[in-house]
């Protein structure tokens, strides 16, 4: 149950914070009650938008994994220096944060594309990385990576480094802290993290347009399914973004449950 | 295990010169900030600092070789002021988190967890978090996991400072228990915890060492001004004998025990100098102690005058002085009422 603490909040706040709920809420259920439900099911069920949904989990998920995989070193590194080095180093992990999707995209395509500055080595490799699948996944994972670094950043801050002093002196060596110690400690920022990277990876539009372009089943994922079914078939495209808020819905959910029982467990 | 020490650090205006000898407990004594903290990080690896640290032969940093052994092979334990266990683990993973890290499996580390368990008292509670326990259930099981790394030296920095005054005492009794025998240099602004568990003791004023010695030598006559100020309490030895202090010439002293001892067990007595008055003849009335002793020195004291005698010293006004014509080799009489004479168990008097 949620109770409004009577004291401690101005009342007159409550009025542009309702407003603000009100932003959120009132187009998502606009969403709900115009879409035409009896032909939702032949809508969604589409080959072009089934094609279009699994593109979109298995990019995400891989994504996801590559974020954590790079996300959760350059976390740490960020956490635990300090410095000029290290004040550069953040702005630029966090600089596909503050840019305009379509931005990153067109950088990516100028290291990545054929003709993009890596465009020869890749070629002799026998690589071709634009406008395939793999583009999406490199362009997921550069938009939604900051997401997870920013917030892991935050929780291994707070945590600090007191325990960590102290398993080091109870013999543990650098390996056995950050496994043991410091990625424990700060697993509900890590969840927190990997679940907003996973719904920027999901919803990601631009940069996946401008360097992966939108081919059916290799790189056209859901928002871009979407994009395209909105010129043609209006009632399609508020079908599928039902889809959409759906599987957000469900993840925030599945891991609210999670992290509710790993912070309970942590306090 | 001989722990030698001579280091500076330069930022925080710290420098020391230390020798912590096998099985020695060796307290840092000194009020908040003096740089206590920063000399036991430095001595565990958690600080850089500029000079030696050595155990036994052993060099475990020099800056002149350019010699660094991270904490973790150091073999040096660092007990905290708060528990600080791990939130994520139970009392028992805790506590063989230790013995894991440095290699026993798994059945291993939790046998060595139970015997640690055990000994301070905590098996009952193995199987609940950090959360679940109070603050002396907290800082036992945080005894337990420093030992049970069977560290060459233990860091132990104000141990007590955070627990209340109930459990103060308990861990205070566990403490001298696991300590003895183990080469220790425990941090702490108590003078009592000084008292009780140190075998030597190190004065600390502004990150300088201003006096070290053997412990009742500088609790009862400290050879700096800041270490007369700052500890300036009596500290007699003895054994206990019908709740009284036995001292080795056979006198009693009276006083009030903490916990209950033995007879016949090693036990200190602390008595405050503003507690003790000074008589020419034996007073009549109600102070169960009335001691005979000889005059040995006269300070100042702030406004008083700290009389000092072969037994206890005393604060005294300057018109007593005058007054009683106290001068060094004066024959006097001390009385101290029992309830200001506190009893606690104390450490052998072997190593005193």
């Not at chain 1, 709920?21 to 035409?36: G, I, K, S």
């Not at chain 1, 993009?116 to 690589?127: I, S, Y």
């Not at chain 2, 036990?267 to 100098?273: K, M, T």
């Not at chain 2, 007593?320 to 009893?343: P, Q």
Request: aromatic content about 4%; charged content about 20%.
């Amino acid at each position: 149950m949620t109770r409004l603490p009577s004291l401690t909040i101005p009342r007159w706040l409550l009025v542009p914070a309702a407003l603000g709920a009100l932003l959120v809420a009132v187009p998502v259920v606009a969403m709900a009650l115009t879409v035409d439900w009896r032909e939702f099911g032949p809508l969604v069920t589409s080959e072009a938008s089934t094609d279009a949904l699994w593109l979109s989990l298995r990019t995400a998920s891989v994504s996801t994994l590559l974020c954590l995989l790079f996300g959760i070193p350059l976390a740490v590194v960020l956490a635990r220096t300090t410095g000029a080095a290290a004040t550069l180093l953040r702005s630029l992990v966090l600089l596909p944060l503050v840019l305009p999707p379509v931005v990153g995209g067109i950088a990516l395509l100028q290291a990545f594309g054929r003709r993009g500055l890596l465009g020869d080595t890749l070629d002799v490799l026998g690589l071709e990385i634009a406008f395939s699948t793999t583009a999406v996944v490199i362009a997921q994972t550069f938009v939604a990576m900051p997401f997870l670094v920013l917030s892991l950043e935050g929780a291994l801050r707070a945590a600090g480094t007191r325990f960590e002093d102290v398993a080091a002196t109870l013999g543990a060596g650098p390996t056995t802290v950050f496994r043991r110690v410091t990625l424990p400690l700060a697993l509900p920022g890590l969840v927190a993290g990997t679940v907003l990277a996973f719904a920027r990876c999901l919803g990601e539009f631009g940069a996946t347009i401008t360097f992966a372009g939108s081919l059916q089943g290799t790189t056209r994922t859901l928002p871009l399914e979407i994009y395209l079914q909105r010129e043609g078939d209006p009632q399609a495209a508020v079908a599928l973004s039902l889809v959409l808020v759906g599987v957000a819905v469900l993840v925030i959910a599945l891991t609210r449950a999670r992290r509710d029982s790993l912070v309970a467990g942590a306090t | 295990m001989t722990l030698t020490a001579d280091i500076a650090l330069e930022s925080r205006d710290v420098a020391v010169d230390l020798v912590v000898e096998t099985g020695e407990t060796l307290a840092l004594l000194g009020p908040n900030g003096a740089g206590k903290s920063t000399v036991l990080a430095a001595l565990a690896g958690l600080l850089h600092p500029r000079g030696t640290v050595a155990l036994d032969d052993r060099v475990l940093s020099d800056t002149g070789t350019r010699t660094w052994v991270a904490p973790h092979d150091r073999g040096i334990a660092l007990l905290a002021q708060e528990a600080r266990l791990f939130p994520h683990l139970d009392a028992g993973d805790n506590v063989a988190f230790g013995p894991r890290a440095r290699g026993q499996s798994r059945t291993e580390a939790a046998a060595t967890a139970a015997r640690w368990l055990d000994e301070v008292g905590m098996t009952a509670h193995a199987h609940r978090r950090p959360h679940e326990l109070s603050g002396g259930q907290q800082q036992r099981v945080a005894i337990a996991r420093a030992l049970a790394t069977e560290p060459r030296v233990l860091l132990v920095d104000e141990p007590l400072s955070a627990l209340d005054a109930e459990a103060a005492p308990e861990i205070r009794d566990l403490l001298r228990r696991v300590l003895a025998e183990r080469t220790t240099v425990l941090v702490t602004h108590e003078v009592l915890d000084a008292a009780l568990l140190a075998d030597r003791v190190a004065v600390m004023d502004a990150g300088r060492v201003v006096d070290t010695g053997e412990t009742t030598r500088v609790l009862s006559r400290p050879r700096s001004d800041f270490g007369a100020r700052f500890a300036g309490l009596n500290l007699v030895r003895g054994v206990a004998s019908d709740g009284a202090l036995l001292m080795a010439d056979g006198r009693l002293l009276h006083g009030l025990a903490e916990s209950p001892v033995a007879d016949g067990q090693p036990v200190a007595a602390v008595v405050a100098p503003s507690a003790v008055s000074i008589h020419l003849t034996h007073p009549h009335g109600s102070p169960r102690n009335s001691l005979d002793a000889v005059v040995t020195e006269l300070e100042p004291h702030g406004h008083l005058v700290r009389v000092r005698t072969d037994l206890l010293s005393a604060d005294v006004t300057p018109a007593a002085v005058a007054e009683l014509r106290l001068h060094r080799g004066s024959a006097v009489v001390l009385a101290v009422k029992a309830t200001e004479v506190h009893l606690h168990p104390s450490r052998p008097l072997s190593l005193a």
